[in-house]
């Protein structure tokens, strides 16, 4: 049984690479490596610039979340070990999926190091992982109300019934969330640890932070494509979401294949080779930069951990 948990994931996440590459290689008839190439180069300094800035405020808000859910549960931990910590977890993970080296292990490591218990560390992933759904629902509703008819784009390819109707139930689940703050309901008492409902201010801050990572991943999207026929930013943090949410639950390593064939399917107006070259420096900005230094980061905390255990053993 624990044999067949380890791989169940990888496999299904190889399995939803080999069905979107196959699908995005339908997509792609007759594109050439040329036009590619062409696409990628004419995308200006300045976009590159903006991008790079999203990418930032990106990271920024992903060590929001972790700051945010220390203060949720009381502790108070340095800001710069705070942002290392989920710096290097989430760039792990976006890349990794659901592999046994995902971030997860990582945070575990690091925050144990700082005196939290195996169940706070647990709440604490569980806190991050509720902000960004909540941030995902919160966008997911803004954009169904503002572009109401952004469904059409994925009529052929998600089977969604989505509607004006739909985000404002989406917002009024929201508001019972803020709500439940507000009453102060009971904590949740198990065997290991006690689940306390969040303070209103900690609701507060997230709905403004778990929303500003979307917005800047999407942004890296946005301006790295050009502007002709660009649909707008709303447009393209719409298809954003509904991509990245299908990578994620395709558990697809770095969502490869996944996040190009949501795209090229919802943006028919503009050209591939653009949305491809986008979504390269997408891959680029934010996924294998970050992967590569979260490496060094983790070789480096290994190392001093190493070297500490190592201390306290001599006599």
Not at 30 to 39: D, I, K
Not at 104 to 124: C, D, I, P, Q
Not at 181 to 202: A, E, K, N
Not at 261 to 288: K, S, T
Request: hydrophobic residues 55%.
């Amino acid at each position: 049984m624990n044999r067949f948990k380890a791989y169940f994931w990888p496999i299904v996440g190889l399995m939803a690479i080999v069905i979107s590459v196959r699908a995005l290689i339908d997509e792609l008839r007759g594109l050439s490596l040329n036009e590619f190439l062409a696409s990628f180069q004419a995308i200006s300094l300045e976009s590159w610039l903006l991008a790079i800035g999203s990418t930032l405020l990106a990271y920024a808000a992903l060590a929001a979340y972790d700051k945010l859910a220390l203060d949720h549960l009381g502790h108070r931990i340095s800001l710069w070990f705070i942002t290392l910590c989920s710096f290097t977890t989430y760039a792990l993970s976006h890349n990794l999926g659901a592999s046994v080296f995902s971030g997860a292990v990582v945070r575990y490591r690091a925050y144990r190091s700082k005196g939290l218990t195996a169940g706070e560390v647990g709440v604490l992933v569980a806190f991050c992982s509720f902000t960004f759904t909540l941030g995902t629902l919160v966008l997911s509703a803004i954009v169904l109300i503002l572009k109401p008819n952004i469904i059409e784009r994925f009529s052929e390819f998600l089977p969604l019934e989505m509607s004006l109707t739909t985000g404002g139930l989406i917002l009024a689940l929201i508001a019972l969330y803020v709500l439940g703050s507000l009453v102060g309901l009971r904590p949740l008492h198990t065997r290991w640890f006690q689940l306390h409902y969040p303070r209103p201010s900690i609701v507060l801050r997230q709905l403004i932070i778990g929303p500003l990572e979307l917005l800047g991943a999407a942004g890296i999207i946005y301006f790295a494509l050009p502007e002709a026929g660009n649909p707008g930013y709303v447009v393209i943090l719409g298809i954003f979401l509904a991509s990245f949410s299908a990578a994620l639950l395709s558990h697809a390593p770095g969502g490869l294949g996944v996040l190009e064939l949501v795209f090229i399917a919802a943006l028919p107006e503009m050209d591939p080779a653009d949305v491809l070259a986008a979504l390269a420096i997408f891959r680029l900005l934010y996924l294998l930069i970050p992967f590569v230094m979260a490496l060094v980061v983790i070789l480096a905390f290994e190392h001093s951990r190493f070297v500490e255990e190592r201390s306290e053993k001599e006599p």
